[in-house]
């Protein structure tokens, strides 16, 4: 019998949404179907698998139906469109899950947890909200909301008004035991969405949730630390790490440590929006104690866990 080896591996919008031209839910589902076969190829390999992923695009269809159904119903707050779509999001990487598995032969069940993550309300990103979320708005429309909901709202260069929220460090995740417990009783376990529900504490220790969005990479990264991962794996749309990122001298990383990677971030190799988030979440989990990440595609999650592309991280 092997030892345990459990692994965080947080999926990028890739694994859900492709392109603008494929962004219904049966193309949503085919794109899931394709990045958990290459998840279920390393569960087979041994690895214990909790999957984390992102729900930006999904979040925004919610706000946009709730936006458009305002005359008629009421209208869905931000911590219950990432309550809804963890759940739509968890049922279709289940059922994906579910079909690989049975193809396969493999004795896996996967289970979603609706997971909570508490941040402080004395968050100083709650002073400078600056996530834009939902659809642009023209002028008037925008200090309504500001005036009749208290959005904050930013003109987001010429190209109309949108709501911004803030994007609070998550500092515990509320769920965690039971995410250790389902990954001991041997079940594949899909937690943490969208960076998970944004909660604070009252002061008499209840929680609260709020309107705001926790980055998916560093909530990844806490629940990576928090539970003693083996692994972190980060699987975006690229196959590895570049410095001079898009540019003539630009160089693959096969391996860095965790100095260079440091290093590099400060140098600006890792775009603020994007590649940028997932170093500092890398560097959060291997600060904590962290034992390796990985950062690769889908496709390539074998071959870089065989050591042949992906870009590690090691302390
Ligand atoms: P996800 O949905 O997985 O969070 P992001 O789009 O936020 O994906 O981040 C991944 C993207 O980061 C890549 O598709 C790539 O275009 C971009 N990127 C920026 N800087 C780098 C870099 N230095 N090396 C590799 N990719 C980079
Ligand atoms: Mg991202």
């Given at each position: 019998m092997n030892e345990r080896r459990v692994a965080v591996v947080a999926v990028g919008g890739n694994s859900l949404i492709?392109?603008?031209?494929h962004q219904t839910i049966p193309d949503q589902y085919a794109a899931a179907a394709e990045s958990m076969g290459h998840i279920a190829g390393m569960i087979q390999a041994g690895w214990e698998v909790v999957i984390t992923h992102g729900n930006g695009p999904q979040v925004g269809f919610i706000l946009r139906r709730s936006e458009l159904s305002r005359h008629e119903l009421h209208e869905v707050p931000l911590d219950y469109c990432g309550a809804d779509s963890q759940g739509a999001i968890g049922y279709m990487f289940q059922q994906a899950l579910y079909n690989v598995f049975r193809l396969r032969g493999m004795p896996k069940q996967a289970a979603t947890v609706v997971t909570q993550v508490l941040v402080s309300a004395e968050d100083p990103a709650f002073k400078h909200p600056s996530k834009p979320i939902g659809s642009f708005m023209d002028e008037p429309t925008a200090s309504d909301r500001a005036a009749g909901e208290g959005w904050a709202v930013v003109e987001d260069a010429g190209r109309g008004w949108r709501r911004v929220v803030a994007s609070p460090r998550p500092v515990?995740?509320?769920?965690r035991e039971v995410i250790e417990a389902m990954i001991a009783a041997g079940f594949v376990v899909i937690a943490?969405?969208?960076?998970?529900i944004p909660v604070v504490e009252d002061p008499a220790g209840n929680l609260i949730g709020v309107e705001a969005v926790i980055d998916k990479d560093f909530a990844s990264a806490l629940l990576a630390s928090s539970i003693r991962a083996d692994l972190f794996l980060i699987s975006t749309a690229v196959p590895q790490i570049a410095l001079n990122?898009?540019?003539?001298d630009q160089q693959w990383l096969d391996k860095i440590s965790l100095a260079e990677a440091k290093q590099y971030l400060q140098q600006g190799?890792?775009?603020?929006?994007?590649?940028g988030p997932k170093v500092q979440a890398i560097i959060n989990y291997l600060e904590a104690g962290g034992k390796r990440a990985l950062v690769t595609d889908p496709q390539n999650i074998g071959r870089a866990l065989a050591g042949e592309t992906g870009t590690w991280v090691v302390p």
């Open positions: 492709k392109d603008k031209a515990k995740i509320v769920q943490v969405g969208g960076g998970g990122y898009g540019k003539l190799h890792f775009a603020k929006g994007s590649m």
